[in-house]
Every structure is written in structure tokens, then in C-alpha cells.
């Protein structure tokens, strides 16, 4: 093996397709759900991995995660290199950007990799390596701090970031999935299941755990019609709230108003 080979990134091009404020739904769950871990770092290092042909979304990321983390950094990671040569002119304090791949070339192990729209282009039995390698770089947990460790968010949106959904998981593995929407542009939940990550896209069939809980929610979102007098936001509500009878919803009501919900990875894995 040449050198070069042994340095080659790890992956493949995406398409690079990338909006400003895309990203905003699972910016706004990082920064909920995962500020304590960043504001408690010494040197709390996210990745916006995959960030496309433009650097909006690292930006975005710096400004979200330093409203609940003043010493956060970002490491904008590509591996197409005239995309990092196009974002050069925008790095500033606290945020750079890298040529590379799935092996994160950073001497840090992060507290955050973010992996939007990233596998979409893969195969499904790509995913649990994909994974398991960026788990393995992440920023390990310390019981005598109470701290989980890092965090790697992996998901797929659509183009204006209207519809996301994406798994949570730490150095151990998948914990959580999050469904996010704008509500108004929701007509049943299920509309949601063109944006399931690669890990379940595919398993959106009868038997199959995901499909299941989008045929429970969409019975619970039609039970909820007489909440939709009071808005979209409500009538979510509701349903979420019904579901949670069958369902391991994690989060609550304050979630829940934003068009969230999330759920442990295990009640929603693929069968097999």
C-alpha cells in the first residue's frame, strides 16, 4: 500500500446539496439535549462531517452551540477538497475546516459529530461500520463526572430542513431516534417516513418495528382531529401524548412544541 492510499479519506462524495438553516431542527436538539456535556468539556470539539458544497451549516452550528456552550469549537469536515478550499475564507475563532473523511482527521475526540444527509447515498448494511467507527472517535464516558460521553447525530432531511429525522448515539451505541417536523406542512405523521435514515428506511414494511410506530402514530394524529381547532401544535401534542401508552417516548411536552418527539433506539430497531 502507498502512502497515499494509507491517507486516502474514508468515503465517498456526497451530491454537496446544502441550504442555509437547514439543519436548524437537529441544531436546536443538539443544542438542548447535549449543552450540559459541551458546557462541562475542557475543550468541547463538534464536527459538522460532510458539511457539502457550501459551509452554511458549520456556521449555523458554531452560532447554535455557543449559545449553550460559550467555548464550543467546530471542525468542518470534507472529502472533496474543493469544497474545503471554498470554505476556507470562512473560518474564523472557533471554527476551521479539514479535508477528510469517516476516520475524522482531528487529534481531539469530539463531543459532537453531526452527520446530516451523509449515508444517505450508501448502502444499508454500510451503516454499522459507518457507525461503529465514528462511536469509536468519539469522546469517551467518564462515570466520575457523570458524563455519557460524545455524540454522533446521524439523520436525513429534506431541502429546506422542514422534515428530519435522525438517530443519537453515544460510545456505546444507537440510544435514541427523533422525528422532527414543521407541523404546518404535516399531513400525517407518516409523511415523515421519506426522511428516515438509511438504518431504517428500508424497513418501513409490515413486521417491522419503525412501521409499526408510524401506522400507531398516524392513528394517533387522526384520533387527535378535534385538537386541530387549536392548531397543529396541539393536536401533535395530543398524539405524542397518546402514544406514549405503547411507545418508549423519552422526551415531553417542552419537545414536543417544537414538532419533536424521540424514542429509544431499541423500540424502533430493524428485526434481525
Given at each position: 500500500?502507498?502512502?497515499?492510499?494509507?491517507?486516502?479519506?474514508?468515503?465517498?462524495?456526497?451530491?454537496?446539496?446544502?441550504?442555509?438553516?437547514?439543519?436548524?431542527?437537529?441544531?436546536?436538539?443538539?443544542?438542548?439535549?447535549?449543552g450540559?456535556?459541551?458546557?462541562?468539556?475542557?475543550?468541547?470539539?463538534?464536527?459538522?462531517?460532510?458539511?457539502?458544497?457550501?459551509?452554511?451549516?458549520?456556521?449555523?452550528?458554531l452560532?447554535?452551540?455557543?449559545?449553550?456552550a460559550?467555548?464550543?469549537?467546530?471542525?468542518?469536515?470534507?472529502?472533496?477538497?474543493?469544497?474545503?478550499a471554498a470554505?476556507?475564507?470562512?473560518?474564523?475563532?472557533?471554527?476551521?475546516?479539514?479535508?477528510?473523511?469517516?476516520?475524522?482527521?482531528?487529534?481531539?475526540?469530539?463531543?459532537?459529530?453531526?452527520?446530516?444527509?451523509?449515508?444517505?447515498?450508501?448502502?444499508?448494511?454500510?451503516?454499522?461500520?459507518?457507525?461503529?467507527?465514528?462511536?469509536?472517535?468519539?469522546?469517551?464516558?467518564?462515570?466520575?463526572?457523570?458524563?455519557?460521553?460524545?455524540?454522533?447525530?446521524?439523520?436525513?432531511?429534506?431541502?429546506?430542513?422542514?422534515?428530519?429525522?435522525?438517530?443519537?448515539?453515544g460510545?456505546?451505541?444507537?440510544?435514541?431516534v427523533?422525528?422532527a417536523?414543521?407541523?404546518?406542512?404535516?399531513?400525517?405523521?407518516?409523511d415523515?417516513?421519506?426522511?428516515?435514515?438509511?438504518?431504517?428506511?428500508?424497513?418501513?414494511?409490515?413486521?417491522?418495528?419503525?412501521?409499526?410506530?408510524?401506522?400507531?402514530?398516524?392513528?394517533?394524529?387522526?384520533?387527535?382531529?378535534?385538537?386541530?381547532?387549536?392548531?397543529?401544535r396541539?393536536?401533535?401534542?395530543?398524539?405524542?401524548?397518546?402514544?406514549t401508552?405503547?411507545?418508549?417516548?423519552?422526551?415531553?411536552?417542552?419537545?414536543?412544541?417544537?414538532?419533536?418527539?424521540?424514542?429509544?433506539?431499541?423500540?424502533?430497531?430493524?428485526?434481525?
Amino acid at each position: 500500500m502507498t502512502a497515499r492510499a494509507a491517507t486516502r479519506p474514508l468515503g465517498t462524495v456526497t451530491r454537496g446539496t446544502t441550504n442555509p438553516n437547514r439543519l436548524r431542527r437537529m441544531d436546536r436538539w443538539i443544542a438542548a439535549t447535549h449543552g450540559a456535556e459541551l458546557r462541562r468539556a475542557a475543550d468541547p470539539v463538534a464536527v459538522d462531517l460532510g458539511y457539502g458544497a457550501a459551509p452554511w451549516t458549520a456556521v449555523e452550528l458554531l452560532q447554535r452551540l455557543r449559545t449553550v456552550a460559550p467555548r464550543a469549537r467546530v471542525v468542518g469536515i470534507e472529502i472533496e477538497p474543493a469544497r474545503v478550499a471554498a470554505a476556507l475564507p470562512y473560518e474564523r475563532a472557533g471554527l476551521v475546516f479539514r479535508h477528510g473523511g469517516f476516520e475524522l482527521p482531528i487529534p481531539q475526540r469530539p463531543l459532537l459529530v453531526r452527520a446530516a444527509n451523509v449515508l444517505r447515498q450508501y448502502e444499508e448494511d454500510q451503516v454499522a461500520a459507518v457507525w461503529e467507527r465514528l462511536c469509536g472517535r468519539l469522546a469517551p464516558a467518564d462515570p466520575a463526572t457523570g458524563s455519557r460521553g460524545g455524540l454522533l447525530v446521524e439523520g436525513t432531511c429534506d431541502e429546506i430542513g422542514r422534515r428530519h429525522v435522525w438517530v443519537a448515539l453515544g460510545p456505546e451505541g444507537p440510544r435514541t431516534v427523533t422525528f422532527a417536523t414543521r407541523l404546518g406542512s404535516l399531513a400525517r405523521p407518516s409523511d415523515l417516513a421519506e426522511r428516515l435514515p438509511k438504518a431504517l428506511i428500508h424497513r418501513n414494511v409490515p413486521g417491522e418495528p419503525v412501521h409499526a410506530f408510524l401506522r400507531d402514530f398516524d392513528r394517533a394524529w387522526a384520533a387527535a382531529a378535534p385538537y386541530a381547532s387549536y392548531g397543529a401544535r396541539q393536536r401533535w401534542i395530543r398524539a405524542v401524548r397518546d402514544l406514549t401508552a405503547d411507545w418508549p417516548v423519552v422526551d415531553g411536552p417542552a419537545r414536543w412544541r417544537q414538532g419533536e418527539v424521540t424514542l429509544r433506539w431499541g423500540a424502533l430497531a430493524p428485526r434481525g
